[in-house]
């Protein structure tokens, strides 16, 4: 395939991923959160961002998903997956905390409020969810593409980083998306470091199933 049809491919992908996740959280889709049918729904609309990035990849871009950093699986992406978790959980989490804190910035309860309102059930479906379909776009695909299309690898991770904390705003607020942009920062540092995304997923979802699955059920960490 030509550069200049590839570059588009690209450029389409990428307008697609962010601009329709963008619209999910727009207000113009607010009654998706009326009801559990329309949350989802928005999930549904999440795997079909993620099916038609892939698509792109493969059929327009002429790429093999091996060019997410998407490798054969191995024991090590294990491995690294749950060294990553350890840090996060460990050494981000507390000094993101503590960073959030002194700046007087707001933590996370109106957000886990609105998230444990849900069905267990719907928790854990929205925490693989997570972890397979924004590792895979927004870190992945955003990080790699840009990068080509760019030239500048720190360009692609600050961008992919800074968007990515951004589309937290709307549920999360400022305080734990500045959390979450730093924390993103140092694993996206993992990631072009690694360049794995098994990793990367296997981490996010133990992350996230710890935070919004399993620890709520003998601790209240955000309040």
Known sequence: MSAPKRTAASIV???LAWGGTALLLSPAANFLNYSIAGKCIGQIALWMLFASTLLIVVFW?????????????RWQSVGWGGFLVLVYLFLLVPATEWLRKSLGLAGYA????????LPLWFRVAAVITAGIVEETIFRAYTVTRLTQLSGRLWLAAVLSV???AALHIPIWGIGPSFAFLLGGAVMTAFFIWKRDLLAMILAHIAIDAWAFVATPHFSEWWK
């Open 61 to 73: 871009e002429k790429q093999t998903i091996g060019s997410l950093w998407l490798k054969p699986f």
């Open 162 to 164: 800074t968007a990515f």
């Open 13 to 15: 992908g990428l307008v």
């Open 110 to 117: 109106a957000g886990m409020e609105q998230t444990l309102a």
